[in-house]
């Protein structure tokens, strides 16, 4: 088995062995297996042009998108999205992400108190990204228990119209942590362009100058009100 560092490089510089079509959305989605020097690991591929035309997203740009989800839980030190990059494959360039071991059948819906917490710092970064999409199964535990949030195609939108099925928390503070993490990305974006990190750069130039506004935007939001948002009707509550 593989580490996570080895497995990263597997995906940046690896050839593509095997190329599995899987049912996962309306877009193409591929398990790959990739090797390098001997060595083998699962990827998710997403190519460009296997994305399905979409009213209010730019065509072709969803696989970006899962890139910029990825830098975004990085710079924010959360973790919570699988090591992802953006390089060519049998069906020409896309993402290709870490893939994660799990157990299928355990999805949001099957969460316990346990989760809390990582669930919060998930429901934090759909409020920053501006996730359009997410459903139960794009939750994910690893066999080691911790909580991925995958399937990020559909984010960072300039209009908030964020659909989610984690309404746990509405009302409740955003912890202390999570809203400092945010503070320093908003620090280091209105900060002058040359000494943003790397990795900020590289978020930013994935996105469109409105998208950029919106999420300065929306992290001026999260940041004043400091709740989560909550719907008019309350729905089931799970053991926290």
Sequence with gaps: MTSDTKAQDLLRRGEILSCQLTRMGSNYTFVVNVALDGDETLGIYKPRDGE?????FPTGTLYKREYAA???SDILGWNLVPFTIIRDGPYGVGSVQQFIDHDPRENYY???GEHAEQLRAVCCFDLVANSTDRKPNHLIISGDG???SIDHGLTFHPDVKIRTVIWDFGGEPIPEALLDSLAQLQARLAGPQKS???RLKELLKLLAPAEVQALKERLEWVLTERTYPGLS??????GR
């Design 70 to 72: 990825y830098l975004l």
């Design 196 to 198: 943003r990190p790397k």
């Design 52 to 56: 399905a035309p979409l009213w209010d």
């Design 146 to 148: 911790k909580l991925w």
């Design 233 to 238: 009707r309350p729905r089931r509550r799970r």
């Design 110 to 112: 099957t969460l316990t």
